[in-house]
Nanobody
Framework: QVQLVDSGGGLVQAGDSLRLSCAASPGTFRSNSMGWFRQAPGKEREFVAGISWSGLSTYYTDSVKGRFTISRDNAKNTVYLQMNNLKPEDTAVYYC??????????????????????WGQGTQVVVSS
């Protein structure tokens, strides 16, 4: 069982930056591929970014490419989402997720919610114009 705690959300203005953190319980974190998803009001949850267990492969949805960066620190059991040049359309609750999958973590796998076994509680990001 992996427990995930999301943090770092807040209220910012367009163009600002935020860094989200997701702290995982010790154990299998080093073997877990990790993802960030978000859910805006009235919309379905969508994929934002994913990172393989090794950290060598990262994937992003098109709307955040060039602005967001996912990274991980296995020594701290933590995955991060650095968000720069935030836009009002980035407003959402952001969730991190962990996958037990040990196979090839490709973009298709990373973007599917069903690929992940554990979820954080979410952290709210509000971007004002």
């Amino acid at each position: 069982q992996v427990q995930l705690v999301d943090s770092g959300g807040g209220l910012v203005q367009a163009g600002d930056s935020l860094r989200l953190s997701c702290a995982a319980s010790p154990g299998t974190f080093r073997s877990n591929s990790m993802g960030w998803f978000r859910q805006a009001p009235g919309k379905e949850r969508e994929f934002v970014a994913g990172i393989s267990w090794s950290g060598l492969s990262t994937y992003y949805t098109d709307s955040v490419k060039g602005r967001f960066t996912i990274s991980r620190d296995n020594a701290k059991n933590t995955v991060y989402l650095q968000m720069n040049n935030l836009k009002p359309e980035d407003t959402a609750v952001y969730y991190c997720a962990a996958s037990n999958f040990r196979g090839y973590y490709n973009s298709n796998y990373a973007s599917r919610q069903a690929s992940y076994d554990y979820w954080g509680q979410g952290t709210q990001v509000v971007v004002s114009s």
